[in-house]
Nanobody
Framework: QVQLVESGGGSVQAGGSLRLSCVASGYYGPYCMGWFRQPPGQEREGVAT???????RYTDSVQGRFTISKDNAKNTLDLQMNSLKTEDTAVYYC?????????????????????WGQGTQVTVSS
């Protein structure tokens, strides 16, 4: 039984930083992961994805501010978020899937991940 548990959300002022973490369990073998978010009243969107072997992909709005990282030994996924903006306010979700793309390419931000966490709220105030 797979499980994804996020932590690290909270409230911060614009310009501040937060670090989200996700612990994965029940996976055997390579698997890819990603962070998604759903702002209030909007659809869920991809933030960043990472292949099991480390290649990454970011949405343009967070490039240079957010860093996704995966520790395969600990089965954890992190998202370091710096220079936060009010528009980063959202519920953030961790996702995982053993169907990693070939050639070690990171999953698309539109990839239909199989497994999802319960979400953690991030609120950025001005």
């Amino acid at each position: 039984q797979v499980q994804l548990v996020e932590s690290g959300g909270g409230s911060v002022q614009a310009g501040g930083s937060l670090r989200l973490s996700c612990v994965a369990s029940g996976y055997y073998g390579p698997y890819c992961m990603g962070w998604f978010r759903q702002p209030p009243g909007q659809e869920r969107e991809g933030v960043a994805t990472i292949h099991h072997y480390g290649s990454t992909r970011y949405t343009d709005s967070v490039q240079g501010r957010f860093t996704i990282s995966k520790d395969n030994a600990k089965n954890t996924l992190d998202l370091q978020m710096n220079s936060l903006k009010t528009e980063d306010t959202a519920v953030y979700y961790c996702a995982a899937d053993p169907r990693c793309p070939a050639w070690s390419s990171p999953p698309s931000l539109q990839f239909d991940f199989r497994d999802w966490g319960q979400g953690t709220q991030v609120t950025v105030s001005s």
